[in-house]
């Protein structure tokens, strides 16, 4: 028969077990918690690469925006920078022109280099040069402009859904380019010209450095 004195040691030794098997069971709880929430030892450099990496981006973008417009805007006032994204223009629709139907991966690239122009130079107009008209009273003038940018889209459009091989894809383009060029015409031929001979010096300046920010942002 088992004494007093082996039965308190026996019940501590028991007790001390089950002390031992939850410091073990909380141990791996822990380390459980560690593996599944925490980023562990080498999260570190992982993260601080991630970071430098998105911090090289937004540099590297930046930099090729203020490139972009920086040559745009040594076209001089913002009639002339705006003249010489038509030009741009004009000269990716006159590559797309030289394609033919074997051609489809340049032709969706010079697409997308294409809606990329107009986009950027659509903005600009019509965030900063069609107010400037609605403001010196020119309202009809800037509503009429501002509708033909609603037929460029839909060509945008058309060409975007069209196969890259469809048959009367270049006759698509070349009506696109044909009125692209007449919307062009009339801008610098007779709108901006006009407009900006009634401009002082200072709304001139004015009108240039928001094109050139708008182009910026948008490049």
Not at 179 to 199: D, T
């Amino acid at each position: 028969m088992a004494t007093r004195t082996q039965n308190r040691s026996t019940t501590r030794s028991a007790s001390n077990n089950r002390s031992t098997n939850r410091s073990s069971g909380n141990g791996r709880s822990k380390q459980n918690e560690r593996s599944a929430f925490s980023f562990g030892e080498n999260a570190g450099p992982v993260l601080g690469a991630a970071l430098a990496g998105m911090a090289i981006g937004m540099f590297a973008n930046y930099g090729r925006k203020a490139i972009m417009q920086g040559m745009e805007s040594a076209a001089g006032d913002w009639d002339e920078i705006l003249a010489a994204e038509h030009d741009m223009a004009l000269a990716i629709f006159d590559k797309m022109l030289a394609t033919d139907e074997t051609q489809t991966f340049k032709r969706k690239m010079l697409l997308m280099k294409l809606t990329h122009a107009l986009d950027k130079h659509a903005h600009q107009e019509e965030m900063v040069v069609y107010p400037a008209l609605r403001e010196a009273n020119d309202r009809v003038t800037a509503d009429q402009l501002e509708q033909e940018h609603g037929e460029v889209k839909t060509f945008l459009y058309e060409l975007g859904n069209m196969p890259a091989d469809s048959s009367n894809w270049l006759e698509t383009v070349r009506e696109f380019r044909s009125a692209v060029s007449r919307h062009a015409h009339m801008e610098e031929e007779q709108v901006f010209r006009a407009f900006k001979q009634g401009l002082s010096e200072e709304q001139n300046a004015k009108i240039t450095s928001l094109v050139n920010r708008d182009g910026f942002w948008m490049a």
